[in-house]
């Protein structure tokens, strides 16, 4: 107390009002607020710094079927989905990220079942797992979403797997997921989260995560950040990345060229005469699919030009019954049976603007018998040649079309087969699990050596038997040659080794096309965010953590001399912003700039590894006040302007908070305890960043009375009660003196 407030107290008088009278105005409230640790050996503060990277979960006891490296990754799933309701477990293909993502969702989904979104192939696969396992689950298709089942009401976790499907939010299976898994805690499992965009990831975390999760960490709207190509660091705190690879086996891979494949067939330039469409974007488009076929098989491009050929049949008996029709409309009537006959006479004009051109009917009837299936075919050739000894294979195909083709011209090999429609051995059908069992590492003695198979088959299987992964032709996306070659390439593979053949698309096919570029463009994209290239933002808290030292790790205050003239920090983030999963950790320079980016931290930690230490002085902590101040004041207003974007973005969403307080306030005057709930938990979902099914939820409850909307917008929300006041405190800072000046001699 101030001795200029110190006076006896009388026992009567109120002790508050002594107290009241003691208090002094704080100069820099913020400043005050910040709690700063005790001096500490730099060893050890080192060592903690690395150790708050990414802490290591305490009290969570996972299943012991896990391997012994699976329980740190479940443990830091359970910590990230307890914390935000949503998480992202991208590790490589074939690293076991099935087994991680059950133990983690069975630590948290009480007496309900886990329930698990797939794709419809690897539906039984999972089935078997989690019976293997012991954990009750409720799995849906992907496609069963989209019609419109979805999982028990009991459920209080999901687990959606090959979770880059739902990266576009407009998707029927997006908005169904969405909305039923509010309240709900999501785990998005991929080991491909980028397709095409950086915005794709924050789709898929937005199925269980607020926009605003990071914006304790200075990133008010995830989406905006994603959207606008900025990778926010903190984005480590939800998102599981990276993996030892090293347990994987080892990969060799070798390119296939054939001859002939420089020269152009002969009916390469009646394919560039046909005219396709009026208008020129469609016709690139649909000239680009005709010749992606063209370099994957002979029956791949004359199914190709038979489905165009249909639709010009169609569009010629619609002009004859008085019609002009254009894609859309034919799709409507022959997409699912393009053979079907469509009684045009029946229907009423139509006023759309027909873009088939009539002249291209004849021209593809003459191109398509012209194509011999069976002619010679280098191509083909080459494949026998590589299928003539080595270990069990895969072949992949982006066509139907060229499985079947494949099945006939290496009937010698007695091939196994699976497409979307079916599966069997040679002609003969079978159940596609009994084909794909032949493939995994149990099969039966005396099994098939061969499985030819489209992209059906190159998501999420265990197709261990397999030694060699073969590219028969080049899809689109990075994406799904990773995606493929992991069926041999995970856990559980006997071999040493799992080779690729890649077969080069020809010349005369690659000048139009350009796929190489376009597959180089998609995956240094995924390689940024993946962590393959400097800045690693979504692994480089993993890799600090693992840089920590015997040194039993302590919060504290501690400095080294070396290079730099800098402060490491962790700051723990708490109070009106909310708790934040990990700490804040980033790096501030002499001149007061702050940065959580994970190379300059990184550069900034590893350059502190055999620095001397430095005692901590009264003017070295004072130092460092105003900058730490500085940085606490952004995260501050970044925090604060979260709301004010989510309003400022959505309209509806400032007018649904001005209605829902309008009647909260209403309920408190009446003493209406049950509305004035529903009202409380209303404001909670519409006064920060929302998840996607929040979103949905405040669009439909803008046409809804009083009363539905209240309970449509309270329904599985919980209201926050942050402290009124932010708090803050250093867990640890790690203060880098610059060198003294050797004195000239």
């Not at 055999?610 to 003017?619: E, R, S, Y």
């Amino acid at each position: 107390m101030p001795a200029t407030a110190r006076r006896s107290v009388h026992r009567d008088e109120p002790v508050h009002r002594v107290v009241a009278e003691a208090l002094a105005p704080v100069r820099d409230p913020v400043a005050a607020a910040i709690r700063w640790p005790a001096t500490a050996p730099a060893p050890y503060v080192r060592a903690g710094l690395a150790a708050l990277a990414a802490p290591r979960p305490a009290g969570i006891v996972t299943p012991s079927w896990l391997l012994p490296d699976q329980h740190d990754p479940a443990r830091r799933l359970v910590t990230m989905l307890r914390d935000r309701r949503g998480a992202l477990l991208a590790r490589p293909t074939g690293s076991g990220k099935t087994f991680v993502a059950l133990a983690a969702a069975a630590c948290l989904r009480g007496g309900g079942p886990v329930a698990v979104a797939v794709p419809a192939p690897i539906r039984e696969q999972w089935v078997r797992r989690a019976a293997a396992c012991g954990i009750p689950v409720a799995v849906l298709s992907h496609t069963a979403l989209s019609r419109g089942h979805l999982p028990p009401e009991s459920a209080r976790v999901v687990i959606v797997d090959e979770c880059h499907h739902f990266r576009y939010p407009a998707t029927r299976r997006y908005r169904a997921l969405a909305e039923w898994a509010v309240g709900r805690a999501v785990l998005g499992v991929t080991a491909t989260p980028v397709v095409g965009r950086m915005e794709d990831v924050a789709h898929q975390l937005l199925l269980g995560v607020r926009d605003d999760a990071l914006a304790a960490s200075g990133t008010p709207s995830l989406l905006a950040a994603l959207r606008g190509g900025t990778v926010p660091p903190a984005l480590s705190a939800l998102i599981l990345a990276g993996g030892d690879a090293g347990a994987l086996p080892a990969r060799t891979e070798r390119v296939v060229r054939w001859a002939a494949a420089h020269a152009p067939p002969a009916w390469s330039a009646s394919l560039e005469a046909l005219d396709l469409s009026g208008r020129s974007a469609v016709r690139r488009l649909v000239r680009g699919v005709l010749w992606h076929a063209a370099a994957s098989s002979p029956a791949a491009l004359r199914a190709a030009l038979g489905r165009y050929q249909t639709l010009l049949a169609h569009a010629q008996d619609a002009r004859a019954a008085g019609h002009s029709v254009d894609r859309s409309e034919l799709r409507r009537f022959a997409l699912e049976a393009p053979e079907q006959l469509v009684l045009w006479e029946l229907l009423p004009p139509g006023a759309a603007a027909d873009d088939l051109p009539a002249d291209d009917l004849p021209r593809v009837r003459e191109l398509r018998a012209r194509i011999d299936l069976a002619g010679p075919d280098p191509k083909a050739d080459a494949l026998a040649e590589i299928l003539s000894a080595g270990p069990p294979t895969i072949v992949f195909s982006t066509s139907r079309a060229t499985v079947h083709y494949l099945r006939e011209r290496l009937a010698a090999l007695s091939p196994a087969w699976v497409d979307g429609t079916g599966a069997g051995w040679r002609h003969l059908a079978a159940r596609r699990e009994q084909v794909l069992d032949w493939f995994r590492p149990d099969a039966p003695p005396g099994a098939p050596r061969l499985l030819l198979t489209s992209d059906v088959a190159a998501e999420g299987l265990d197709l261990q038997r397999a030694g060699r992964v073969v590219h028969y032709d080049l899809p689109w996306t990075p994406m799904r040659l990773d995606q493929r070659e992991g069926r041999a390439r995970r856990l559980g593979q006997a071999l040493a080794q799992v080779e690729v053949a890649t077969f080069a698309q020809p010349e005369w096919v690659a000048r139009r096309l350009g796929t190489a570029a376009i597959l180089g463009r998609k995956a240094r994209l995924a390689a940024h965010l993946s962590g393959a290239v400097e800045a690693r933002p979504w692994r480089w808290r993993l890799e600090l953590a693992s840089a920590a030292t015997a040194a039993a790790p302590v919060a504290g205050f501690a400095a080294v001399e070396g290079d730099d003239d800098a402060l490491l920090i962790a700051l723990e983030i708490g109070g009106a912003l909310g708790p934040a999963a990990t700490p804040w950790l980033g790096v501030i320079g002499p001149d007061g700039r702050w940065s959580d980016d994970g190379a300059a931290v990184l550069r900034v930690f590893h350059r502190t590894g055999d620095a001397t230490p430095m005692p901590v002085t009264d003017d070295l902590r004072l130092r460092w006040v105003a900058p730490v101040t500085a940085l606490v004041r952004a995260l501050l207003r970044a925090g604060r302007e979260a709301a004010w974007r989510t309003r400022r973005n959505a309209p509806h969403v400032a007018a649904l908070l001005e209605r829902v307080r309008r009647l909260g306030r209403a309920a408190a005057r009446a003493r209406d305890d049950r509305t004035a709930a529903r009202a409380e938990a209303a404001q909670a979902l519409l006064a920060r960043g929302q998840t996607a099914g929040e979103r949905l939820r405040s669009l439909r409850a803008q046409l809804l009375d009083d009363e539905a909307m209240l309970a449509l917008l309270a329904d599985g929300t919980t209201p926050e009660r942050p402290p009124a006041a932010p708090a803050f405190t250093l867990l640890a800072a790690l203060a880098v003196v610059p060198r003294r000046a050797t004195p000239a001699r």
